[in-house]
């Protein structure tokens, strides 16, 4: 059974970097195929897709966000980090890890709410 | 990178059929068999009810079902139930852009 588990502040202030990690458990990422991905919600909107990370360490980013993105992953852990550098108010959002399968987010973390303000 | 479009929202009352469409480009959904639906109840996680454009996870209901024309993805809710009732996405792979959401869509079971 594969789960996921986000953890973090839940609380940064505009120009801060936030740091997310995702633990999981069920699966590894040493193995072939397997990923782990970033998506956000902001309050009453939609989902956002922000990163992913593949057993390869091929990494993915937003267009729209890359330059403030990076992923990485600790496959003795079973983690996965997401930073956020310059954080804005509009950045306020639950963040999501989730597992890849399917070609598609197949398991979802129960999400994580950051909020930004000073 | 646009969001792919839905509309805001549909309805329809027990036991109906409902279509919710997603309208993408021929940089992603026009490109790519590799659409996917996501329900999501309040103040919950989503969960995937449709990828790879037709398939079901184990475990959905075959009361959902998913279709794909040019640039545009549907999936179709026959039977409609109470529990139906939530916000559905559809999500399309989108090449060296990666991935992207529609703006979801606001269920009502009447």
């Known amino acids: 059974q594969i789960t996921l588990k986000e953890s973090g502040p839940t609380l940064v202030k505009p120009t801060q970097t936030l740091t997310l990690t995702c633990t999981f458990s069920?699966?590894?990422?040493?193995?072939?195929?397997?990923?782990v991905g970033w998506i956000r919600q902001p309050p009453g909107k939609a989902l956002e897709w922000l990163a992913l990370i593949y057993w390869d360490d091929d990494k993915r980013y937003s267009p729209s966000l890359k330059s403030r993105l990076t992923i990485t992953k600790d496959t003795s852990k079973n983690q996965v980090v997401l930073t956020v550098t310059n954080m804005d108010p509009v950045d306020t959002a639950t963040y999501f890890c989730?597992?890849?399968?399917?070609?598609?987010?197949?398991?979802w973390g129960q999400g994580t709410l950051v909020t930004v303000s000073s | 990178q646009s969001a792919l479009t839905q509309p805001a929202s549909v309805s329809g009352s027990p036991g109906q059929s409902i279509t919710i469409s997603c309208t993408g480009t021929?940089?992603?959904?026009?490109?790519?068999?590799?659409v996917s639906w996501y329900q999501q109840h309040p103040d919950k996680a989503p969960k995937i009810m449709i990828y790879e454009v037709t398939k079901r996870p184990s475990g959905v209901s075959d009361r959902f079902s998913g279709s794909k024309s040019g640039n545009t993805a549907s999936l179709t809710i026959s039977g409609l139930q109470a529990e139906d009732e939530a916000d559905y996405y559809c999500?399309?792979?989108?090449?060296?852009?990666?991935?992207?959401f529609g703006g979801g869509t606001k269920l009502t079971v009447l």
């Open positions: 021929s940089s992603d959904v026009g490109s790519y068999s590799l």
């Open positions: 069920g699966f590894s990422l040493s193995t072939s195929a397997e990923g």
């Open positions: 989730t597992h890849i399968g399917f070609s598609a987010f197949d398991i």
């Open positions: 999500c399309s792979y989108a090449g060296s852009s990666g991935w992207v």
